[in-house]
């Protein structure tokens, strides 16, 4: 079940630049499925289903947020740096794993009290710059004796856990959900294309493995599958964020106002036909903020028409992101079906 292989992919931790355990899994997921399974220079994990001279690429990044060491003070708090886009309030008081050369060590995030703020400072919010990691340490030594070093990466320390009616919160779901997703696709798909499953590194800074992944594969087209934010709970409104979870998953048309991906409408309207013809639910975005992979694919050599498949999923970028497991099984649907004709270019 997709909703399975979700919770182990958001169970597994890798920031951006240590995403080997997730490919680990996935790796371990695919191997018996497809025909071909490598990893090339960059660290992106590429499986391959073979079949014709028309090359589908199929990009889910396997990165999270996350933090990264960057000074360790004389009497053993850790500064760090942030890896991906963070919100600073969630980042203050959550526990987390510092992924050390002698294993996992346990810590927490914390900060000045706020008993002990002027107003003003409260007023302001705390800064990532105020922040520190506590490991119990009593002095740098002993930081160092636990394995912990300057570049030693940190993930957030929560588990995946259910949810009433079919919905599922866990940290990384941006976007272990189109990992999963992908490898479902992959277990279950049969078409005449040749089909790779690029589970990409360093997205979240940069969408630096799909850049490099897409040129070197130079496929026909492209789909990433990522998460985007559903304007269904409070503080959003519908015109700012017009889909919802339990839908269906979402076609991109553009995002990032244009600045990032602005979609090929052939493979929007494929997409659309498909789903139509298959009574698969789907929702269609037109997004003013963030972008996915499909923004370096498709400028990749002379340009690879391209879009995104997003699982709706709320309060991405925080330790506790909630979707709805219907959205993901329609997203594998899809795709499945899809896959079977290739579009017309």
């Given amino acids: 079940m997709v909703r399975d292989i979700l919770e182990k992919l958001s169970n597994a931790h890798g920031v951006s630049g240590s995403e080997g355990s997730v490919a680990d899994l996935v790796r371990e997921e695919l191997a018996a499925y497809v025909d071909e399974i ?24 396997m990165d999270e947020i996350g933090l990264m060491v960057k000074f360790i003070d004389d009497k053993g708090f850790l500064r760090f740096i942030t890896l991906g886009g963070w919100y600073a309030p969630v980042l203050h008081s959550q526990r987390v794993i510092l992924h050390g050369t002698k294993g996992k060590v346990t810590g927490v995030v914390g900060g000045k009290p706020m008993h002990k703020m002027e107003d003003e400072e409260r007023k302001k919010g705390i800064k990532v710059d105020d922040m520190f990691i506590d490991i119990g340490a009593r002095t740098s030594a002993e930081a160092g004796d636990l394995g912990i070093e300057v570049g030693t990466p940190i993930t957030l320390d929560r588990e995946f856990t259910r949810l009433s009616n079919g919905r599922v919160t866990g940290k990384a779901f941006d976007n272990r959900a189109g990992v999963a997703l992908v490898i479902a696709v992959m277990k279950a798909v049969s078409s005449p294309c040749t089909v790779y ?50 839908k269906g998953p979402v076609v991109t048309i553009a995002d990032s106002s244009g600045r990032g991906l602005i979609a090929n409408r052939a493979l929007v309207a494929w997409l659309r036909e498909v789903a139509k013809a298959a009574d ?66």
């Fill in 197 to 246: 499953a690029v589970f990409t590194v360093q997205e979240e800074v940069g969408l630096k493995g799909a850049r490099t992944s897409a040129f070197s594969l130079e496929p026909d087209i492209a789909i990433a599958t990522d998460v985007t934010i559903p304007g269904d709970h409070p503080g959003l409104e519908k015109k700012d964020a017009n889909v919802e979870m339990g």
């Fill in 38 to 61: 490598k990893t090339d220079t960059m660290g992106n994990l590429i499986a391959v289903k073979k079949g014709d001279q028309f090359k589908v690429m199929l990009a889910a990044h």
């Fill in 280 to 345: 698969i639910p789907i929702q269609l975005e037109v997004g003013d903020g963030g972008t996915t992979d499909a923004t370096a694919i498709h400028l990749t050599r002379g340009g690879v028409p391209s879009t995104t498949l997003s699982i709706p999923t709320r309060y991405i970028h925080s330790p506790v992101e909630v979707l709805d497991i219907s959205d993901l099984e329609a997203g594998v649907r899809l795709l499945c079906e899809a896959l079977k004709i290739p579009p017309k270019l």
